[in-house]
C-alpha cells in the first residue's frame, strides 16, 4: 500500500524568506507521481506542481520547486520568497497506477498548515 | 467559466435523510472522482469514473452511490445519513491516462448531519 508522510503540522515562515515543506512516501511501484496542492482557508484544492519518478530534473513552477530525492523518496516542496497569501494547508499526493483500470488514484498526506508572518 | 462546480455549496440536514450533490465540469475531462474531507483534513479517495464507467470503489459504505449521467456529470447520492458523514466533499476530474496530469478539484461541498 502506498503512504505519504507529511511530519510537520504547522510551521511558520517570515514573509520573503523560503520554506521547505517536507514529504516522504512509500510505494513499491517503479512508476509514480507526485503532486503538491495547496488549500487556503477559503477551501478549494488548488494543484501546485508534479513530479514524474523518471524526471531527471526537479520539477519548478513560479516560486514553487520540488526538491525530489528518489533514493531517500521524499519529494520536499520549496516556496521562494514567501507571500501572506501563501498561508494555507499543503498536502502532498502520490497517484498510483490500478492495475487494468488506467486511471490514477491520490492518496494524500495529512498536510502541513503554513502561516506567513509579515 | 468555472471549470470544476459543485452544488449545493453547504448542506445541513437531519439523520436518516436521503441527499444528493452534484458536480459538472466543463473541461472535457474523461476521469471523474469523488473524496472525502473529514475534520482533520485528511482527504480520502471515494470514487472515480472513466467515461461512465466506474472503475475504482474504495471501501465506502454502499449507502453512497455515485451516479454519471454523463462525462460532464457525477454526482454523489447519500441514502440514511449518519453523524460520521459529516465532512467536506470535494469532486475532482482529470485529463487522460497520463499520471502527469493533474487532477482539478470542485470548490467542495460541506455536509452537516445533525
Known amino acids: 500500500a502506498q503512504k505519504i508522510t507529511q511530519t510537520q503540522p504547522g510551521m511558520f515562515v517570515q514573509e520573503k524568506e523560503a520554506v521547505t515543506l517536507d514529504c516522504t512516501y512509500d510505494?513499491?511501484?517503479?512508476?509514480?507521481?507526485l503532486f503538491w496542492y495547496k488549500q487556503p482557508s477559503s477551501g478549494e484544492m488548488i494543484f501546485l506542481i508534479y513530479q514524474g519518478s523518471y524526471d531527471e530534473q526537479n520539477a519548478t513552477e513560479g516560486r514553487y520547486s520540488l526538491n525530489f530525492q528518489k533514493a531517500r523518496k521524499s519529494a520536499n516542496l520549496v516556496i521562494s520568497a514567501s507571500q501572506l497569501g501563501d498561508s494555507a494547508m499543503y498536502f502532498c499526493a502520490m497517484r498510483d497506477a490500478r492495475s487494468g483500470a488506467g486511471s490514477y488514484q491520490l492518496t494524500f498526506g495529512k498536510g502541513t498548515k503554513l502561516s506567513v508572518i509579515p | 467559466d468555472t471549470a470544476v462546480s459543485q452544488t449545493p455549496k453547504y448542506l445541513v440536514t437531519q439523520m436518516g435523510n436521503d441527499k444528493s450533490i452534484k458536480c459538472e465540469q466543463n473541461?472535457?475531462?474523461?476521469?471523474m472522482y469523488w473524496y472525502k474531507q473529514d475534520s482533520k483534513k485528511f482527504l480520502k479517495i471515494m470514487f472515480s469514473?472513466?467515461?461512465?464507467?466506474?472503475?475504482i470503489n474504495e471501501t465506502v459504505p454502499n449507502r453512497f452511490s455515485p451516479k454519471s449521467p454523463d462525462k460532464a456529470h457525477l454526482n454523489l447520492h447519500i441514502n440514511s445519513l449518519e453523524l460520521g458523514d459529516s465532512a467536506v466533499y470535494f469532486c475532482?476530474?482529470?485529463?487522460?491516462?497520463?499520471?502527469?496530469?493533474?487532477?482539478?478539484f470542485g470548490p467542495g461541498t460541506r455536509l452537516l448531519v445533525l
Open positions: 510505494t513499491s511501484d517503479q512508476s509514480y507521481g
Open positions: 475532482a476530474s482529470r485529463q487522460g491516462l497520463a499520471g502527469s496530469r493533474a487532477q482539478y
Open positions: 469514473y472513466n467515461n461512465k464507467e466506474l472503475i
Open positions: 473541461l472535457g475531462h474523461d476521469t
